[in-house]
């Protein structure tokens, strides 16, 4: 039987070589790191795991696939930018992740992406394996009608590679339901086929689940009440900062007031809001869903418990709770200070890989309760296979159905990783448990399927 410390050289290797051959990735490095350095104890323990080819396999995309997307503005001229789906792994059932539309997409934040999806499809329960796309496009500024032709010649290649059996793409940064609803128009007219089950996130009149929208940051919300109670304490008269203005950043403070906590930020890459009141989510709705504007006008119509603080750390402003809402990297080691500093309790990742790894740590050694994005924020792809599910079989649950669904799947992703960590000697680690967890679950569905 291999040891821990000879598993981690093993595992080290590992590292060294994905970053040999995929080199200018760190986002991709920085995701393969976080979770190959936290598997060392189930490798060890459980011998068929370090089985030749299996580990390598699992970093490895099934399917990676690039193409040009060329379209043109209102003014007639054409531009050209870069579309990709990375299909990861599909053991355990069709590639399933968003798609991203952001000037900061490259092949590299695609590949973390749909590697950290893997994990979080698999701690679901759900029969769903991971995958991730997107594009260098940035819907900022743009008509409706040039997102619209952007979505299309994107969906002209893309609907090769998907479909309800093969690959499921949903929204992500940029891509919300007006980009779900071109893009599935495009697949409807080229492959001639009402497909629902083809995309997810769609409108609610044409296939689309209630709560779908709702579900990413209400699971988040869920899973840090569930940290919570695990210390003893529940959601009432908490204070919580949340970063971002975007879908998921809105619905977490919803479910936050819901449940009687108190978000007093928000922020987009402008800068950050801060109010004493509490952000009002039916103004913020109107000015970033509607209106699609920016933060600083949500703080001059919210009137004097609002303001704007242009640029700066939305992590300076002291609350009991942080949910980092908007991007990767977001949250770094000195916000991670200043949380402690100001006496943060919980941090849950509604984000993808929010927090930085020294971040992390840092958190972690100051015993505050950390929730992992692979298992903080699986709420909105686990609403999307129940949208997948309503889809197949031609009906559509009501709102209390799937947030009940939604509530216990949250929770049993909480004891899972709770667990799980208890078993390997990690208690109250939920990166390690998220982790190991999600990796035997697909592991031991790629051992069976054989060397593919
Ligand atoms: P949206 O596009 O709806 O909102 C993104 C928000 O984050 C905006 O406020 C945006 O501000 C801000 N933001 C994005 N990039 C940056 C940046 N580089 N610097 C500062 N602010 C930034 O996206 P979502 O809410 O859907 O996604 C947010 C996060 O949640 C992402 O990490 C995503 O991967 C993750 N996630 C989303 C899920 C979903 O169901 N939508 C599911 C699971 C995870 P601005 O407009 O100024 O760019």
Not at 47 to 59: K, Q
């Amino acid at each position: 039987m291999t040891t821990r410390s000879e598993t981690r050289t093993t595992l080290d290797h590992l590292l060294t070589e994905i970053e040999y051959r995929n080199p200018a990735q760190p986002e991709f490095h920085q995701a393969a790191h976080e979770v190959l350095e936290t598997l060392a104890p189930v490798v060890a323990a459980r011998p068929e795991y370090a089985e030749p080819g299996l580990i390598e396999r699992l970093v490895e995309p099934e399917r990676q696939v690039l193409f040009r997307v060329p379209w043109q503005d209102d003014k007639g001229r054409v531009h050209v930018n870069r579309g990709f789906r990375v299909e990861f792994n599909s053991a355990l059932g069709p590639y399933k992740g968003g798609l991203r539309f952001h000037p900061s997409v490259n092949l590299g934040v695609i590949k973390f992406l749909g590697f950290e999806q893997i994990f979080k499809n698999a701690l679901t329960g759900l029969g769903i394996g991971g995958g991730k796309g997107g594009s260098d496009f940035d819907p900022h500024g743009r008509s409706d009608a040039e997102v619209m032709r952007f979505c299309q010649s994107f969906m002209t290649e893309l609907h090769r590679h998907i479909g309800e059996h093969t690959d499921v793409p949903a929204g992500d940064i940029g891509v919300g339901g007006r980009e779900i609803g071109y893009l599935f128009g495009q697949y409807r007219r080229i492959t001639n086929r009402w497909e629902a089950g083809v995309l997810t996130g769609k409108g609610q009149g044409w296939g689309g689940s209630l709560i779908r929208p709702e579900a990413t940051g209400y699971g988040n919300v869920l899973f840090a009440a569930a940290m919570l109670r695990e210390r003893g304490e529940d959601l009432e008269g908490q204070t919580a900062v949340v970063s971002g203005s975007g879908n998921v950043a809105i619905y977490t403070i919803e479910k936050l007031a819901a449940l009687g906590a108190n978000a007093v930020t928000c922020s987009d890459s402008s800068g950050y809001v801060v109010d004493e009141k509490g952000v009002d989510v039916e103004l913020l709705k109107q000015v970033k869903e509607v209106e699609r504007g920016r933060v600083d006008t949500y703080a001059e119509r919210r009137g004097s418990s609002a303001r704007f603080v242009p640029g700066g750390s939305v992590w300076d402003v002291p609350a009991d709770l942080a949910l980092p809402s908007a991007t990767q990297n977001e949250l770094d080691v000195n916000a991670a200070a200043t949380l402690v500093r100001n006496g943060v309790k919980a941090v849950s990742e509604g984000a993808n890989m929010p927090a930085t790894p020294e971040a992390v740590h840092l958190l972690q050694q100051a015993g505050v309760a950390f929730g992992p994005g692979k298992a903080a924020n699986a709420g909105g792809v686990a609403v999307s296979a129940l949208e997948m599910a309503q889809n197949h079989a031609r009906t559509s649950w009501t709102a209390a159905k799937v947030e009940e669904e939604l509530a216990d799947i949250m929770n049993n992703i909480h004891t899972t990783c709770h667990e799980t960590a208890e078993r390997y000697d990690a208690p109250g680690d939920y990166v390690t448990g998220a982790n190991i967890a999600g990796f035997e679950r697909v592991a031991d569905a790629m051992l069976a399927q054989g060397v593919i």
